[in-house]
């Protein structure tokens, strides 16, 4: 036993790789995903920036790509009649939901189709989503959709079925790629982007990656004066607006002397 040693020890750990790591392989449970760009700058000419997804999952899979931002919490404001007219009446918190989500899937029916208790979509996040306030039972399916479309309407939510194209890959699996438009209103921050590989309705693997979005050029000059020198960075934002609104009020006499 004692000659066996190192030797023994390399066969046990070579068995016992072969055992845990063959059915994750089966099952796809390590596909090769890349984000490109996966860091992305914002100036103060962003306009939106396109991201490439791609990756590999088994034959006969489908998959799910998902960009997640970090949940928040975000007060809106909650309409109704009064006096036969429409106004704010209140205040709303809504709790759980993340900043962006934005999904797009290989079959347009995992997301079209998609069942109150998938893993992706709208679904999941109404699941999660909750309201602060004067809100009934009956009432929060109907404030639910109004979020969604609020959000849908800043181009921060969004659900793109069958936008994933599937390819031959290596060996028996297949290439799967999208991509993705970053809206304007975007927020510096670490994005999820995950891949879920899914068989049979269920998920049976999930690749996860990272995008960065982070302030460059003059806004991030602006943001690190606002975190370093509150004063001074007031004192120049109260310049600016008295220097934009001069500006625009003799551009709209000088057009309206023109006429």
Known sequence: MKGCGKRCLGILWLLGYVVIAAP??????APDFLVVPDRVEIGAFYRGSQVLVSGTIPAGAEAV?????????EEVLRKGRRGGLWMNVGELEVRGVPSLYLVMSTSPGLLSGATRDAAW?????????????PVTEQEQAEFRDQFIKLKESQDLFGVFPGALTVSLGPGDRRTVKGSFT????IKPD???????VIEQGRVVAVDPGELTVVMAGFPAMLMELARTHALLYGVLAVAIAIVTGFSMGYLFKKGGGAH
């Open 65 to 73: 790509v998902e960009v997640i931002g970090r949940e928040t919490a």
């Open 121 to 133: 979509g709208y679904p999941a996040l109404t699941r999660k989503m909750e309201f602060a306030g």
């Open 182 to 185: 970053l809206p304007t209103m």
């Open 190 to 196: 670490t994005y999820r982007v995950c891949l879920s």
């Open 24 to 29: 994750l392989r089966a099952q796809g449970a």
